[in-house]
């Protein structure tokens, strides 16, 4: 992995399309050992979880929208959803230097499974349960995500979980040095920190596919 850290410093002090066909070779070298770990933790966690097929990100940025113009990402990265319609969730890795992290959880819910993740919190503390539980704060910190200023329509703005009914996203997130990126067994150590997240996706799962009583949908 240290040619895509070696790789990646060079690039974004290089963003341009004249150096990156130049430098070409490092790319493509760089760009396979990136592949061999992301599938390395893919088969890894497979073991244990369910899995869609594993998708890998492009390193060309869509420029087309964007008022950054430079043409390409400075980071490898992969994600990995869970195996749909029995499981719900997903899992990302990002490779960079200085910046190395996994992130967990549901990045975009649609309109519906949003306001069920909201009335489930509504009626119990179990999700804020499992956010407190000792491996879970100290593996992830607290949840991240996008959310509303305020209370959502039609929920208690001063309910005593409102920061979670705030919530947009719900995303566990956790660092990696570039020293334990290195290591022979990084991705051991990624798969076993995404293995870390399961009581949180497991419950999240179960509300989705649940209605208020419990009954499967």
């Not at 919530?167 to 566990?172: D, G, V, Y």
């Amino acid at each position: 992995m240290q040619n895509v850290l070696d790789y990646i410093k060079k690039l974004q002090q290089n963003n341009n399309r004249e150096w990156f066909v130049n430098n070409k070779k490092s790319f493509e070298e760089a760009k396979e050992s990136a592949n061999q770990l992301f599938n390395a933790v893919y088969n890894e966690l497979n073991l244990s979880d369910s899995l869609e097929p594993l998708k890998i990100y492009r390193i060309y940025r869509d420029v087309r929208f964007s008022a950054d113009k430079t043409p390409y990402k400075t980071h490898f990265s992969m994600y990995m959803g869970r195996l749909k319609p029995d499981y719900r969730g997903g899992y990302y890795l990002h490779i960079e230097p200085g910046n190395s992290f996994l992130g967990v959880g549901f990045f975009d819910p649609n309109k519906e499974d949003l306001l069920r993740i909201r009335k489930e919190i509504e009626l119990d503390n179990e999700l804020e349960d499992i956010l407190n539980a000792k491996e879970i704060k100290n593996t992830f910190g607290h949840l991240v995500g996008d959310e509303v200023k305020t209370a959502p329509k039609g929920f208690d703005k001063n309910h005593e979980r409102i920061a979670l009914l705030k919530k947009k996203q719900f995303l566990l997130i956790h660092k990696f040095t570039d020293n334990e990126v290195l290591k022979p067994d990084f991705f051991k150590e990624a798969a076993k920190v995404f293995k870390k997240s399961r009581p949180f996706v497991d419950y999240m799962t179960d509300v989705l596919l649940t209605n208020l009583n419990g009954e499967e949908m």
